[in-house]
């Protein structure tokens, strides 16, 4: 569908309010892509909806003309999740941000979709808690829940479904559904709610959720371990998770991106192979013990130095410049797009995938930066190329391949946090076999007409 006609641009103008639906180019033009290289086809309009209601009848009105929709958030994500692939309607969920409810004596929140992350933090933190998913981005609630989003703090509080305890979904043809309780747990039939986290919008848009929140930790303690090689570094993660020490981060690092966040930031960090870790406690003798054990355990797995500091102001800005990590490799290659590679293996093999994402890199003599959440298993390669070039960004592409096909046969995942969209597709049945048929047959169940965000998942 390329554009609207007069009548059916009339009809989606009275469902909101004229200011909230558009057809102008500017607005097509900012909804046909997220940070990734995936492009998508130019939408024939954007819709704004405030209310439940609001999105009720916008996809009744998309289901009955047979229009594709696409949900949008912020736009953050890094595999093409939120691009319309047959143009239609993208509904842009940004209005619906409202925080309508935080009840600390339950430790939970009422949230509608459009609800940045941070900004919800800032508000329950005024009570003494968080909502811990951290994917760096300041993503909305709605985006993290249709990704299944998670981050470095994974390691130590799980992932968005580990807080999602309730939702307001509105289904294709307009029908609005309500999934989960606000009780601490149930055992109440089958668990809904876990099937549309993470369905990036392909069987219906949220329009609501309640979240659980936990305490903001009361002491923190930041530890920079530098090692001779990345297989070190990455054989020490699994001895300090089967230590018990708990870290609530474990990331590693390479030299060369070390290197980019030393330029930009001016760190001073020494360009070496390293772990950046993150401990939380009740009390700074804790703290202290838990630094004293994971600087012994490191030192045994052959570190070669440890510097740790519970100082507010070097530990955020040691976390901003990791947050940042995509953004300073992209800066670094200028006329350049970056591939993101996010595989999830079991623990114990993460040691073997660094090494072989590493090969793969320098035998193809491609930019590729290894590193990720290590303490979950969740490794990223950041790699840099033209895509206009096919032979570059091919290589490129087989790194990708290599890197997953390794992953999926070690028991692991194509993805560990940033959800399928249109650059995962192609590993959903290496990974799934014959459990992808039945995703397929669930998704013609809720969505017969394929309307809902085509082109993701499936």
């Known amino acids: 569908m390329k554009e609207f006609t007069s009548q059916q641009t009339a009809e989606l103008a009275a469902l909101v309010s004229p200011d909230r639906f558009s057809t102008g180019q500017s607005n097509r033009e900012l909804h046909l892509h997220d940070i ?54 993208v ?20 949230v509608e979709p459009g609800v940045l992350r941070k900004e919800l933090n800032r508000q329950t933190g005024k009570h003494g808690l968080f909502f811990p998913p951290d994917p760096g981005a300041d993503a909305t609630i709605g985006g993290m829940i249709a990704n299944n989003a998670s981050g470095v703090q994974t390691v130590k509080y799980g992932a968005t479904k580990d807080y999602v305890m309730r939702l307001t979904v509105v289904l294709p043809p307009g029908k609005v559904i309500h999934t989960g309780c606000k009780a601490p747990k149930s055992s109440a039939g089958f668990d809904l709610t876990r099937l549309f986290v993470g369905s990036e919008g392909t069987l219906g848009i949220v329009t609501a959720a309640t979240l659980k929140l936990t305490g903001i930790p009361s002491h923190y303690l930041a530890a920079t371990v530098r090692f001779p090689d990345l297989e070190k570094a990455s054989e020490a993660v699994a001895v300090m998770i089967g230590s018990g020490l708990g870290p609530a981060a474990l990331e590693l690092l390479p030299p060369g991106l070390i290197r980019l966040m030393n330029n930009e930031k001016g760190l001073g960090l020494p360009e070496v192979p390293s772990l950046f870790c993150e401990f939380h406690a009740v009390s700074a003798t804790a703290l202290d ?41 992209h800066r670094a290659h200028p006329k350049k797009e970056t591939l993101i590679v996010d595989a999830a293996v079991p623990i114990s093999r993460y040691p073997e995938m660094v090494v072989f994402s590493q090969k793969a890199v320098d035998e193809r003599q491609s930019i590729g930066y290894v590193f990720g959440h290590a303490g979950d298993g969740n490794l990223h390669v950041v790699m840099a190329g033209d895509p206009k070039d096919k032979t570059e960004w091919g290589r490129l592409e087989d790194i990708n391949k290599a890197i997953v096909e390794k992953a999926i046969q070690v028991g692991g995942t194509c993805t560990g946090e940033h959800g399928v969209g249109i650059g995962k597709r192609k590993f959903m049945p290496l990974e799934h076999g014959e459990s992808y048929q039945l995703m397929k047959q669930i998704k013609d169940l809720i969505d017969p007409k394929g309307l809902m965000n085509p082109g993701k998942i499936f």
């Open 289 to 329: 013990e838990t630094a004293q054990l994971a600087k012994e355990l490191c030192e045994e797995c052959g570190a070669v130095g440890f510097n740790y500091a519970t100082e507010e102001g070097p530990r955020k800005e040691l976390w901003r410049a990791r947050h940042e990590a995509w953004e300073t490799i």
């Open 91 to 110: 509904i842009d969920m940004t209005r619906m941000n409202r925080i309508l409810e935080i009840r600390p004596q339950d430790l939970q929140a009422d």
């Open 36 to 89: 990734s290289p995936h492009q998508g086809t130019l939408p024939a309009g954007i819709i704004w909806p405030e209310s439940t209601e609001e999105v009720a009848r916008i996809l009744a009105w998309a289901y009955e003309r047979d229009v594709p929709v696409t949900p949008w958030g912020a736009g953050t994500s890094t595999e093409g999740n939120p691009v319309p692939t047959r143009g239609g309607l």
